[in-house]
């Protein structure tokens, strides 16, 4: 039977109640169980089989994963997909450079690991560059302002709010359009009123982003 189940990491922490699925931004199929039989398993993934489909399907299609720098990559920045071309050259600081219309890594030696720590510095020094003036921006707008602002790269949310108004924001932001960045910066700055998603915190938000709906289902496209 397995010959026909999709392949899966099987995950064991003895101190997990129940057995959870989740995908990696890969798309592997992740099982978190406390311990549970082949058997078990064999059953969960058949049962769950048209959910794991669809989920992968879903992953596999967003935009901005990391690059495969094996094969024909391409970095989104700002909504827009450029090419991404690794050159090999002599000097032995490998080195990213942004050409307006593509990203060029320039290296002695294939080390993927190091070229995304140089991928993940591009996108913190633009978020750096970008975000401080966008968020002024709003603030003075919305008349909320935060207490700190931070930066930093992040595996599952974009922004957040701590309950003290710190606003940080993941550096992969600067792979979204525009519009939704703003959309992101305006969500954070409206949690110093409103600590929650219910109906008076959703009316600020569109009052600054009428169209914030379009934003969100944009921000779902992408992955972190």
């Known amino acids: 039977m397995s010959g026909f189940l999709p392949q899966f990491i099987h995950i064991v922490k003895p101190t997990l109640r129940h ?21 078990y398993i064999e059953q969960l993934l058949l049962k769950k089989a048209k959910w794991i489909t669809r989920s992968r399907e879903k992953i596999v299609q967003k935009k901005g994963k990391a690059p495969n720098f094996s094969e024909e990559s391409e970095l989104y920045y700002k909504g827009v997909a450029y090419p991404l071309r690794v050159i090999r050259h002599e000097k032995k600081r490998t080195t990213l450079c942004f050409e307006g219309d593509c990203f060029t890594l320039y ?33 003075h707008r919305m008349q909320r302002f935060p207490k700190a602002i931070r930066f930093r790269k992040t595996k599952r949310q974009w922004g957040s709010c701590s309950g003290k108004n710190v606003l940080s924001f993941n550096t992969m932001i600067m792979k979204l359009p525009q519009n939704v960045i703003e959309y992101v910066i305006v969500h954070e700055l409206a949690h110093i009123e409103h600590k929650h998603h219910q109906k008076p ?24």
């Open 107 to 139: 290296s002695h030696c294939h080390d993927p690991v190091l070229f995304q720590k140089h991928i993940d510095r591009f996108y913190k020094k633009a978020a750096e560059a970008y975000l401080p003036e966008q968020i002024e921006k709003y603030a």
């Open 19 to 39: 057995t959870y699925l989740s995908f990696d931004e890969a798309g592997n199929l992740i099982i978190k169980s406390p311990g549970v039989s082949q058997h």
């Open 201 to 224: 915190f959703w009316k600020l938000v569109e009052h600054y982003i009428p169209n914030y709906k379009e934003c969100i289902k944009e921000l779902h496209t992408y992955t972190t």
